[in-house]
C-alpha cells in the first residue's frame, strides 16, 4: 500500500545537538511538506518542496534545515538553534496544485532531555 | 494574507447527537480551495472534503455534511448522530499560493469529545 512512513515515532533531543527526523513516501508525488504541531496551534509549515533539489521556507523555518535529494524522501533536521524544539512534526505530500488534499504521515513527537 | 478561524476550541456530545463544527475563513483570491481534515488520537491527519470556491453546493456523506456559504466566508462541517469514534480533532484549512508554490494555511482546531 502506498503511504507517507516517517520515523521515528518518538525522538529526544539533548541540548547543543541536531537531529534528524525521517519522511518517506511511495505516492510518486513530487510534493512534500513538513509541519510542526503545538498544543491548541494548529498545524504550522515550516519547509515544503515541489521537486528534487528544490525547496522553500515556511511560516516557521527558523531552526530548521531541509534536504531533497530523491523524490521519495525529504529529511528535516532540527538544529541547535532551535530552542523549542519540543512538539510534534508531522510530514505530507501531494501531487502539486491547489486542489490536491495532502496526505499525511504519523507524526514525530520531539522532546528535549 | 490568508487565515482560517475555528472559533470553538473545545466541543463535548453525547452519543446520539449533532454537532457542528465551525470555518470562517479569509482570502483575497478568487479561485480557492477549502479541506477538512480529522486528526485522531493515532496522530495521522485523515483527508475527509475538498470544496472548491465556485461550488456552494452542499455535500452530505453518511453522517458527515458540509455547508459551503461563499458570501459569509464559512465552510461549516455537521455530524449527524456523532459516535464515539468521531471523537478526534477536526481541522479545517484553506489553499493559497505563496511565490507560485501552493500551501495549506490550517485553522488551530476543534476537539470533539463523544461519550456513550
Known amino acids: 500500500d502506498g503511504g507517507i512512513t516517517q520515523s521515528p515515532k518518538y525522538l529526544f533531543r539533548k541540548e547543543g545537538q541536531n537531529v534528524t527526523l525521517s519522511c518517506e513516501q511511495n505516492l510518486n508525488h513530487d510534493a512534500m511538506y513538513w509541519y510542526r504541531q503545538d498544543p491548541g496551534q494548529g498545524l504550522r509549515l515550516i519547509y515544503y518542496?515541489?521537486?528534487?533539489?528544490?525547496?522553500q521556507k515556511g511560516d516557521i523555518a527558523e531552526g530548521y534545515s531541509v534536504s531533497r535529494e530523491k523524490k521519495e524522501s525529504f529529511p528535516l533536521t532540527v538544529t541547535s538553534a532551535q530552542k523549542n524544539p519540543t512538539a510534534f512534526y508531522l510530514c505530507?505530500?501531494?501531487?502539486?496544485?491547489?486542489?490536491?488534499?495532502?496526505?499525511f504521515g504519523d507524526g514525530t513527537r520531539l522532546s528535549i532531555l | 494574507a490568508q487565515k482560517v478561524t475555528q472559533a470553538q476550541t473545545e466541543i463535548s456530545v453525547v452519543e446520539k447527537e449533532d454537532v457542528t463544527l465551525d470555518c470562517v475563513y479569509e482570502?483575497?483570491?478568487?479561485?480557492?480551495?477549502l479541506f477538512w481534515y480529522k486528526q485522531p488520537p493515532s496522530g495521522e491527519l485523515v483527508f475527509l472534503i475538498r470544496r472548491n470556491s465556485f461550488d456552494e453546493q452542499n455535500e452530505i456523506s453518511g453522517r458527515y455534511s458540509w455547508n459551503f456559504q461563499k458570501s459569509t466566508s464559512s465552510f461549516n462541517f455537521t455530524i449527524t448522530a456523532s459516535q464515539v469514534v468521531d471523537s478526534a480533532v477536526y481541522f479545517c484549512a484553506l489553499s493559497g499560493l505563496i511565490s507560485g508554490y501552493s500551501t495549506l494555511t490550517f485553522g488551530k482546531g476543534t476537539m470533539l469529545l463523544v461519550s456513550p
Open positions: 518542496s515541489q521537486i528534487v533539489n528544490d525547496f
Open positions: 505530507a505530500s501531494n501531487i502539486p496544485g491547489g486542489d490536491q488534499p495532502q496526505h
Open positions: 482570502t483575497r483570491d478568487t479561485t480557492y480551495y
